[in-house]
């Protein structure tokens, strides 16, 4: 089992910045790949970004590219989202999720998932 706690939420005003965090415990950190996903009010839950197991390889939603950056630290268990350049769009609940290996853009192929952390957008 790999146990995930996001952090980092908040209010930011249109164009701000913010980071979200996500700390694993429970099993090797470096083995699994990361992704961040979102789910706005009455929308699907949708991929936003996702990391490779080292780092090396990341993959990006469209509607995120070049404003948003994922990263992880393996010597601290923790993938973040850095978000900049934030649209009222970008309002959702963020939620970090795990799978072994490989970066996928799917949330089926994740079996792990945090709580979500609330992010909200004034104009």
């Known amino acids: 089992q790999v146990q995930l706690v996001e952090s980092g939420g908040g209010l930011v005003q249109a164009g701000g910045s913010l980071r979200l965090s996500c700390t694993a415990s429970g099993r090797t950190f470096s083995n699994y790949a990361m992704g961040w996903f979102r789910q706005a009010p009455g929308k699907a839950r949708e991929f936003v970004a996702g990391i490779s197991w080292g780092g090396g390889s990341t993959d990006y939603a469209n509607s995120v590219k070049g404003r948003f950056t994922i990263s992880r630290d393996n010597t601290k268990n923790t993938v973040y989202l850095q978000m900049s350049t934030v649209k009222s769009d970008d309002t959702a609940v963020y939620y970090c999720?795990?799978?072994?290996?490989?970066?996928?853009?799917?949330?089926?192929?994740?079996?792990?998932w945090g709580q979500g952390t609330q992010v909200t957008v004034s104009s």
């Open positions: 999720a795990a799978r072994l290996l490989s970066v996928a853009t799917t949330e089926d192929q994740y079996p792990y």
